[in-house]
């Protein structure tokens, strides 16, 4: 259920908020990007997606200089979502991380949509993030929390399995993952 949805946006930031997720969408300038989009697996796709530049966000909250990273966390509801459920011994909820320049680059971009619509559920609704230098699972699904942080945060797959997965999950095509090639 991704209707009413809050983000709360915290930590080391002059303006810390709650955001009901429709007020903040009318509030930011939403766009439409292409985006390449490549996972870990092997798999890629082109995806056209709507939402705002990460950065946009980052001006209205208004960080402190020591903040180096940033901290996203999604929903944790194992009664609605099955695999947390029957996971209970994994880290919950699923987080992720980028360093603040990262976080301010022009191409990170906050998604609110897919092929000209709301974003569905199964993409990550009703907020989700894009980074199209990234691995696909730093492209954290239906966020609850940003949070403005000094030292480098532990995310879920760094944390499960850091010689597989590591913090900055940039693409290098010349590099195989661990485990295939």
Not at 38 to 63: D, Y
Not at 144 to 169: H, M, Q
Request: hydrophobic letters at 35%; proline letters at 9%; one cysteine or more.
């Amino acid at each position: 259920k991704s209707r009413p949805w809050k983000v709360e946006v915290t930590g080391l930031v002059k303006k810390s908020a709650v955001y009901e997720i429709d007020n903040l969408i009318r509030k930011m300038p939403v766009e439409e990007r292409v985006y390449r989009h490549r996972c870990v697996e092997t798999w890629a796709m082109v995806v056209p997606w709507v939402g705002f530049q990460m950065s946009e966000l980052i001006k209205k909250v208004e960080p402190e200089s020591k903040v180096n990273y940033v901290l996203f966390s999604s929903f944790h509801d194992p009664d609605s979502a099955p695999g947390q459920a029957s996971q209970p011994d994994l880290p919950w909820p699923y987080t992720e991380g980028l360093t603040i320049d990262e976080a301010m680059s022009e191409l990170t971009f906050l998604v609110t949509g897919v092929y000209g619509h709301r974003l569905p559920s199964q993409h990550g609704a009703p907020l989700r993030l894009a980074v199209p230098w990234k691995y696909g699972f730093k492209s954290i699904k239906s966020i609850t929390r940003i949070e403005f942080v000094e030292k480098r945060p532990a995310t879920f797959w760094n944390t499960l399995i850091p010689r597989e997965y590591g913090f900055e999950s940039n693409v290098d095509p010349d590099v195989p993952h661990p485990r295939w090639s």
